[in-house]
Nanobody
Framework: QVQLVEFGGGLVQAGGSLRLSCTAS????????IGWYRQAPGKQRDMVAT???????DYSDSVKGRFTISEDIAKNTVYLQMNSLKPEDTAIYYC??????????WGQGTQVTVSS
């Protein structure tokens, strides 16, 4: 089992920045890829950014150049630095971990609201 706890959501004006963090605990050695998804009201949950064990990062086209995912392995924590935020970035952001044997884990979600 893996537990994920997110911090860092909030309200920010367009053009501003926020940093989300997600700390993993439990069988963290089983995690292969960890990252962030988001879900806006009435929409599906979509990938925002992920990072794998080799440090390779992937981003959705909508956030490339604005968001940066990074990790502190010693702290079992992954970060999402979000710059140049837009109202369309408003969503609940979820931390996600994909682990061995097809297991997948989600955090509780953190609200990000960008005002225009």
């Amino acid at each position: 089992q893996v537990q994920l706890v997110e911090f860092g959501g909030g309200l920010v004006q367009a053009g501003g920045s926020l940093r989300l963090s997600c700390t993993a605990s439990g069988n963290t050695f089983s995690i292969g890829t960890i990252g962030w998804y988001r879900q806006a009201p009435g929409k599906q949950r979509d990938m925002v950014a992920t990072i794998n064990g080799g440090g390779r990062a992937d981003y959705s086209d909508s956030v490339k150049g604005r968001f940066t995912i990074s990790e502190d392995i010693a702290k079992n924590t992954v970060y999402l630095q979000m710059n140049s935020l837009k109202p369309e970035d408003t969503a609940i952001y979820y931390c996600n971990a994909k682990a061995d044997w097809g297991n997948e884990y989600w955090g509780q979600g953190t609200q990000v609201t960008v005002s225009s």
